[in-house]
């Protein structure tokens, strides 16, 4: 059974920063890929960005445009976002997901989610 914790949301004035954290137990998250999602109220799940079970390899939507970085610590099983140079629109619940299984990464079907992160944006 896996679990994420993700943690690090707040309340940040526009063009600033913040780094959310996703924490997972068990024993996937190595040999897993890990993703961000995010979610605007009367929006869709939207995909954020992905990287490989080793990090050599990470992908974003087209939209982040370099502001947003993914890291990962297969040895603390934690994964960052990132986020630089926030803008209004950016607010949204943001959502880390694993799955050692997936085959695209930028779609909703990862078995294992956190419990979201509320990110607001002020301008």
């Known amino acids: 059974q896996v679990r994420l914790s993700s943690s690090g949301g707040g309340l940040v004035q526009a063009w600033g920063s913040l780094r959310l954290s996703c924490v997972a137990s068990?024993?996937?998250?190595?040999?897993?890929?890990m993703a961000w999602f995010r979610q605007a109220p009367g929006k869709e799940r939207e995909f954020v960005g992905a990287?490989?079970?080793?990090?050599?390899?990470?992908y974003y939507a087209d939209w982040v445009k370099g502001r947003f970085t993914i890291s990962r610590d297969n040895a603390q099983n934690t994964a960052y976002l990132h986020m630089n140079s926030l803008k209004p629109e950016d607010t949204a619940i943001y959502y880390c997901?694993?799955?050692?299984?997936?085959?695209?990464?930028?779609?909703?079907?990862?078995?294992?989610w956190g419990q979201g992160t509320q990110v607001t944006v002020s301008s």
């Open positions: 990287t490989s079970p080793t990090a050599a390899m990470t």
């Open positions: 997901a694993l799955d050692p299984k997936v085959v695209d990464w930028s779609t909703p079907l990862y078995n294992y």
């Open positions: 068990g024993r996937a998250f190595s040999r897993s890929a």
